[in-house]
Each structure stands twice: as structure tokens, then as C-alpha cells.
């Protein structure tokens, strides 16, 4: 059945229209930097936010008004299957993601649980093939349920983390049949919420330990997605080991892991670990571990993951211009991990929250483009940095400088002229550009 009767195929109509249910700036077939829009941005739908949100809060009920609602257990289940390959259709987006425990309710045993698993997999499988909608990554929910308490790959109790293990080998197989491009471990509960009580040493080898168990049956089945790891500081538990993308890959490279996963970064994360998107970005890409992303942004009033839909342009901008630097996102896309507000209940709001943010990624996208073509950004850091190139700068860089060799230099008591990073201009300089595309 139909569960968007009332909306048809969202098209790009361009910036003149005054259709809120028309693309202003995503054109999927617009070429820019050689690459269509399509190509570069990758979106994804997040089924958790989009078919299962209820719109509910610390305060109060869900608000969300679903007219797949009128089910419950497997009916419910198979009805949002339904209704998410209609809105993939009908926004043209080419991917969506999942927690396992998104698409399908726990039973009583983990054998039901499975079962109920299996019975929706195949219902997913279908709709892909029909559609030629493709799964981004799927991931493992082990952090709502009570068993979750204290964590799963570094649960206290081994029992748990056991638990963990098969759930995380039933999520790989089942990424395996849907030919899902990447896998994401987020660690939800993988954390501490005081060091009174946590041997944080057996924790961390633990989740090292988990993290390869995970590599090898990957191996052994022959599921060649990209793993990716997605950091976030905080929410739920006080500290979480994944804290952001320089703790991450502190982490993995201590544990030799570092060629084996990359890291699927979200904006509202970066802004709870005291930084900006593109800050995460530029840290994973100069560290070759830039893997994927999770669109969404932050309340900068509220202290807490809000996950709202991107609609600052300033910051889509910085975030394609180090996405198009690094040479693109790869196996990964720019998933929107995003809810619509609790005063946003209307069904149809699921649609103009997406067109929104895939209108502000575009123009993001856009900008970037014009920003790189015009070397706006490269000539000002060139500059900045032009001493490096000649001199006792370029000896540094070259590795050819001593302490010894330095000390002779600054002997000469040449005078150091400093120049100003004018800061404020270039972000006026962005300013324009941005509304110039």
C-alpha cells in the first residue's frame, strides 16, 4: 500500500521555484568539480529517525503522526519496510541505514529475535532489487536494551558481551546479504561513568579484542564492506571511549587497527566534543581514515545531541570543501542521522526536513566548488605558510635542520616580522561566496 499518497515525486524546480516540495539546488545530474551532485553527496535516509521516531522527548510522548502506527510487532515492522522504499523513491535518495534493531522487534530468545530478523531481512531484499535503493551501512543496537546497562563490547559482565558478539555476527551476515558498502560500530554505552568502579585497561583490550573478532568473521564469510567507527564524547554514558576522531585513531593505531577501519563522523558529535565538522574532518582525512558521514546538526544553545536537520549553510560549505579536498567520501555517504523536530508531527514534515538538508548540502556543495576553483582558501594558507618554502624553512621541512643549525639562524638576530591572519576577512570572503552560487 501507499503510505505518502499526498506527496509525489520530489523534482528539482531551481532556485526561482516556490514549490516547498521541490529541490532549489539538488540537481542529482548537475556536474560540478567533474562529478555529478549525486555522485558526490551519496545521501542516505536514517530508517531510526524517519520510520521508527516518535517524536517524544524527556518530557513528553511522541507527537509523530505515522499512518503506519496503526500496526504493531512484525505487521508494524514489514509496514515501515513498505513505507521507507516509497520515500526513498519518491525524495530520490539512493540509500538508506539501519540498527538491527530498527527494522525488526527483539522476541523473547535471541533465536526469535533472529527469526523476526530474517523474516524482514528478506522483505528488505526484495525491495532493493525492485527498487535499486541500496543499504549505506548497517550497524548493531546495543545500547537500548536494560542488558546494555553497562556497556557491550566493554560490558562488565561476559555474559553481555557474549551476547554482543552474536549480535554484531548476525549483523554481519545480514550486511553481507544486503550488500551493504560499509558496517558502523557506534559505541553507545562504550563508556564510563566514573573511574570509581571501572578497570578501563580491560575494557579498551576488550573492545580491541571484539573489534577483531569482527574483522575475522568478516573475513571468513566474505563481507568486504568498509568498517567504520563513529566517535562521539559523551550521551549516554558521561565518557565514551570513542571520544572523537583523534581518540579514535589513537585507539586503533595502538591496537593495530588502523588499516582496517575508517571513521563515519557526525556533525552534532563534533560540536558535543568542543568542535567543528570540519575540524573531525580534516583530523580523519590527514590520517587517511575519512570513511562517512552523519549529517545532522546541533542546538549550540542546548548542550546535548539534538540532531537536527543541516540547514547552516556556512557550515555544509566548510564541510564539502574538506570532503571534495580529500578526494570525496568513497565507500561512504553523507547519511542524514536527523529528526524532525517534536512540533514538526506531520507526516508529510519527513519530506521538507530532507529537502531542506539535501537543498543546503547542494549549495554547500556548490560554494565549496567555487571556493576550490578560485583557490580562495589555497592562496591565503600558500602565503601564510611561504617561509616553510625557502630558507631555514625549507631545511625544516626537508628534515635537513638541527637544534644546532637552528640555534646559528635565530643567532643572527634578524628581526621576525609576523603577518596578520586576517580572519575576519575571509570569513567575509566565504560570506559572499556563498550567496553568490
Known amino acids: 500500500m501507499a503510505y505518502f ?33 549525486e555522485e558526490h553527496l551519496r545521501f542516505a535516509v536514517a530508517y531510526w529517525h524517519t520510520f521508527t521516531g516518535e517524536g517524544s522527548d524527556p518530557f513528553g510522548v511522541g507527537t509523530a503522526v505515522r499512518n503506519w502506527d496503526r500496526y504493531s510487532g512484525m505487521d508494524l515492522a514489514k509496514a515501515r519496510v513498505e513505507a521507507n522504499f516509497e520515500f526513498l523513491d519518491k525524495i530520490n535518495i539512493p540509500y538508506y541505514c539501519f540498527h538491527d534493531r530498527d527494522i525488526a522487534p527483539e522476541g523473547e530468545t535471541l533465536q526469535e529475535t533472529n527469526k523476526n530478523l530474517d523474516v524482514i531481512v528478506s522483505m528488505l531484499k526484495d525491495n532493493m532489487a525492485s527498487s535499486g535503493k541500496k543499504l549505506l551501512w548497517n550497524t548493531a543496537n546495543m545500547f537500548t536494551n536494560p542488558r546494555f546497562v553497562f556497556g557491550a563490547a566493554t560490558a562488565v559482565n561476559a555474559d553481555v558481551y557474549a551476547y554482543a558478539a552474536a549480535q554484531v555476527k548476525k549483523g554481519l551476515e545480514v550486511g553481507k546479504e544486503l550488500g551493504a558498502e560499509n558496517y558502523v560500530f557506534w559505541g553507545g554505552r562504550e563508556g564510563y561513568e566514573t573511574l570509581l568502579n571501572t578497570d578501563m585497561a580491560l575494557e579498551l583490550d576488550n573492545l580491541a579484542r571484539f573489534f577483531q573478532m569482527a574483522l575475522a568473521y568478516a573475513k571468513e564469510i566474505g563481507f568486504d564492506a568498509q568498517f567504520l567507527i563513529e566517535p562521539k564524547p559523551k550521551e549516554p554514558t558521561k565518557h565514551q571511549y570513542d571520544f572523537d576522531a583523534a581518540t579514535t585513531i589513537a585507539f586503533l593505531q595502538k591496537y593495530g587497527l588502523a588499516d582496517k577501519f575508517k571513521l563515519n563522523l557526525e556533525a552534532n558529535h563534533a560540536t558535543l566534543a568542543g568542535h567543528t565538522f570540519e575540524h573531525e574532518i580534516r583530523v580523519a582525512a590527514i590520517n587517511g581514515m575519512l570513511g562517512s558521514l552523519d549529517a545532522n546538526q546541533g542546538d549550540l544553545l542546548l548542550g546535548w545531541d539534538t540532531d537536527e536537520f543541516p540547514t547552516d549553510l556556512y557550515s555544509t560549505t566548510l564541510t564539502m570543501f574538506e570532503i571534495v579536498k580529500a578526494g570525496g567520501i568513497g565507500r561512504g555517504g553523507i547519511n542524514f542521522d536527523a529528526k524532525v523536530r517534536r512540533g514538526s508531527f506531520e507526516q508529510d514534515d519527513l519530506f521538507l526536513a530532507h529537502i531542506a538538508g539535501m537543498d543546503t548540502y547542494a549549495w554547500g556543495l556548490k560554494a565549496a566548488a567555487k571556493l576550490i576553483e578560485e583557490r580562495v582558501l589555497d592562496s591565503i594558507v600558500e602565503d601564510r605558510y611561504r617561509t616553510f618554502r625557502e630558507g631555514i624553512g625549507a631545511d625544516i ?33 566565504i560570506n559572499e561566496i556563498i550567496y553568490s552560487v
Open 5 to 37: 499518497d499526498n506527496v509525489g515525486k520530489i523534482q528539482f524546480e531551481g532556485k526561482g521555484s516556490d514549490n516547498p516540495f521541490a529541490f532549489k539546488h539538488y540537481n542529482p545530474q548537475e556536474v560540478v568539480l567533474g562529478k555529478t551532485m
Open 397 to 429: 621541512v626537508s628534515g635537513k635542520a638541527t637544534l644546532a643549525s637552528l640555534e646559528q639562524y635565530a643567532l643572527q638576530n634578524n628581526p621576525i616580522k609576523n603577518q596578520s591572519g586576517r580572519q575576519e576577512r575571509i570569513k567575509l570572503m
